[in-house]
């Protein structure tokens, strides 16, 4: 019965299993130790689900007893303080437009962004006409950021690059977030569906957006509002 402990170990929520038969080869019981998280008999059914489905083993559901053991509480200082959740719910960055002018005296890029009522704008530029736009577009969008945050927090570019995913092309960012207390290095992707200065926007953005739930911003900015 190891491998259908083995099995049931791999179900969601479920730390351990110990299975018991009896003298003709049958399961009699199965003694499984959860995570809180989901009910008892949940976790039951689910176990009960992977032994049919994978061993053809007709297990009844009511020999399976489930123990939940409660997670223990540690203190925060065992937290390490680098490690920083993504957080889906915070209020992000959001592209409004990109606007890329090459000309003679060089580069220049402009980024509008939102977030929440707020817009913000930024700039950057290259007195060479042949420098990277990728990285011109994506200092462009850090200043646009960097117009809703707390100034003491910096954001500074690691690098862009455009590269081949299977066939297509698709932008990297990282960006390193510089603050008082800590610093953090984020990456974001996005893939180029025709506008690559705006993938390249796309992209800066995924990675701050990562961290939006732990920046410190501005009451008020001086651009915009809707």
Excluded: W
């Excluded at 690559?196 to 651009?223: C, H, M, P, W």
């Amino acid at each position: 019965m190891r491998r259908a402990e083995v099995l049931v170990v791999s179900v969601q929520g479920v730390s351990s299993c110990r299975i018991r038969v009896d003298d003709a080869g049958h399961v009699s019981e199965v003694h499984v130790v959860s995570r809180a998280g989901k009910s008892p008999k949940l976790v039951a059914r689910d176990v009960e689900g992977v032994l049919k489905a994978e061993m053809d083993l007709d297990v009844d559901y009511k020999k399976i007893g489930v123990v939940v053991l409660e997670p223990e509480h540690e203190a925060p200082a065992d937290i390490p303080p680098e490690e920083v959740p993504i957080l889906e719910h915070a209020s992000r960055f959001a592209f409004v437009s990109v606007n890329v002018v090459s000309t003679r005296a060089g580069l220049r890029a402009e980024v509008e962004l939102s977030r929440d009522a707020a817009e913000a704008f930024g700039s950057s530029e290259s007195e060479n006409p042949s420098a990277n736009a990728l990285t011109i577009v994506a200092e462009a969008t850090l200043r646009a950021v960097s117009e809703f945050l707390d100034d003491e927090i910096r954001l500074c570019l690691g690098g862009v690059l455009k590269v081949s995913l299977a066939g297509d092309d698709a932008i990297l960012a990282r960006v390193d977030v510089v603050g008082a207390r800590s610093n953090k290095s984020l990456a974001g992707s996005a893939m180029v569906a025709g506008n690559e200065a705006q993938a390249v926007v796309f992209a800066t953005l995924d990675a701050i957006n990562r961290l939006t739930g732990k920046l410190e911003f501005k009451n008020s900015i001086e651009y915009k509002i809707k």
